[in-house]
Structure formats: C-alpha cells, structure tokens
T-cell receptor, first 114, second 116 residues
Framework: DAKTTQPTSMDCAEGRAANLPCNHS???????VYWYRQIHSQGPQYIIHGLKNNETNEMASLIITEDRKSSTLILPHATLRDTAVYYC???????????????FGKGTKLSVKP | DSGVTQTPKHLITATGQRVTLRCSPR?????VYWYQQSLDQGLQFLIQ???????AKGNILERFSAQQFPDLHSELNLSSLELGDSALYFC???????????????FGPGTRLTVL
C-alpha cells in the first residue's frame, strides 16, 4: 500500500467545516483512498472512501485531486463529537486475500473547539 | 455500535500467562481481522481470517495465534505474556474478499490488556 502523509494535528471551531488534507503522491491506479477515525481509544470508524471521483455521504465529503496525489476529507459542520484522530489510508482495489488489512499511519488529531 | 463484539473489555494478567480474546463479527461478515494498538507502535495489523482460513499475516509474534471457528467468531490467543504486550486489541470484520473495491472494515470496541 502507498504511504500517506497527514498533518499531526488541526483545530477547528465548532460549527465550521473541518478540512483534513492527505498526501498520497505514490498512489497506484488501482488504489482507493479510505478515511477512518478513532475517537479516544474506541475502535476505528469507517468514514468514506473513493477512487478518483469526489464522494459524499452522511458523514463527510471526500475530494480527490485530478492527479490523485492528494485528497481532502471535509466534515461540513464539525461538532465536539468529531474530535478524534483521522486516518487516511490507501488500499489496493483487488485484494486476493493478502491486502485486505488496513495500514494505519499516525493520522491527524482533530480538535473541535467550542 | 458497529455490530462487532469483543470480550472481555478489560483483562489484567501477569507476565508469563496466557489469555484468549474473543471476537464476534457482524452478521454476514466472513472476514475477521485482528489489530494491536500500543502507545509506541500505533495501530498494527496482526492477522486476517476469511471463512475459517488464515489469509494474511502482519506483525504477529510467534507467541500469538488466532483461529476462526465455523460460526465465524474468532479468538486471539496470547501466550508467555510480556509487559510489552499491554495494549488495546481490536477485532474488525468485513463482508469478504470478492474482487473490486476493498470492503470497509467495522471495528469492535476492543479489549484492553494489561500485563503486570
């Protein structure tokens, strides 16, 4: 799996959009970008994933640059409960049994402040 | 609630002992993954099972072993425990291994192991 680079920490005001960047400059054509988050020692939680098109779900939006070398996770209206470590992970699309696991980096610690 | 259950929530034991951690995947999920999270190593993949068979190994020590049973629940066995094995152990499950986009994994609440 390709390596990702994320800022160590970010702050965001409650109610504002949180934009979390991720660089994955060595991403391959068959690798997806996944985002997970971990709220203080709880199990990681899946947020969203994408290949090359922008994606949106009830939790967040994922913007992937045209060259796919970077992406941004957007939490449109951050709340205090969104305070967590956010992990950007790239994974191969066709995993024939050996690439199913997630490789977590250090992630970005997002602090949402009142 | 992810639908993945893990027992026990907390476990305190002594060095040299053996423990078993249990995981029940979401209904219908065939793949089970085990991860270890310690303060200095972060979240690390240990091992994956799919429908009862071992499919991938990560940084799992020889003192550790796992299995997945016919009802798809999984157990992680940790033996000859050392102080450094103290960590959070997470189990995750996903639908399966079919080709196409890798399926998202759903994580359980974890088991906190303390080795004294």
């Amino acid at each position: 799996d390709a390596k990702t680079t994320q800022p160590t920490s970010m702050d965001c005001a409650e109610g504002r959009a949180a934009n979390l960047p991720c660089n994955h400059s060595t991403i391959s054509g068959n690798e997806y970008v996944y985002w997970y988050r971990q709220i203080h020692s709880q199990g990681p939680q899946y947020i969203i994933h994408g290949l090359k098109n922008n994606e949106t779900n009830e939790m967040a939006s994922l913007i992937i640059t045209e060259d796919r070398k970077s992406s941004t996770l957007i939490l449109p209206h951050a709340t205090l409960r969104d305070t967590a470590v956010y992990y950007c992970i790239v994974r191969v699309a066709d995993y024939g049994g050996s690439q199913g696991n997630l490789i977590f980096g250090k992630g970005t610690k997002l602090s949402v402040k009142p | 609630d992810s639908g993945v259950t893990q027992t026990p929530k907390h476990l305190i034991t002594a060095t040299g002992q053996r423990v078993t951690l249990r995981c029940s995947p979401r209904s219908g999920d065939l793949s089970v993954y085990w991860y270890q999270q310690s303060l200095d190593q972060g979240l690390q993949f240990l091992i994956q099972y799919y429908n009862g068979e071992e499919r991938a190994k990560g940084n799992i020590l020889e003192r550790f072993s796992a299995q997945q049973f016919p009802d798809l629940h999984s157990e992680l066995n940790l033996s000859s425990l050392e102080l450094g094995d103290s960590a959070l152990y997470f189990c995750a499950s996903s639908v399966g291994l079919a080709g196409g986009p890798p399926y998202e994994q759903f994580f359980g609440p974890g088991t906190r192991l303390t080795v004294l």
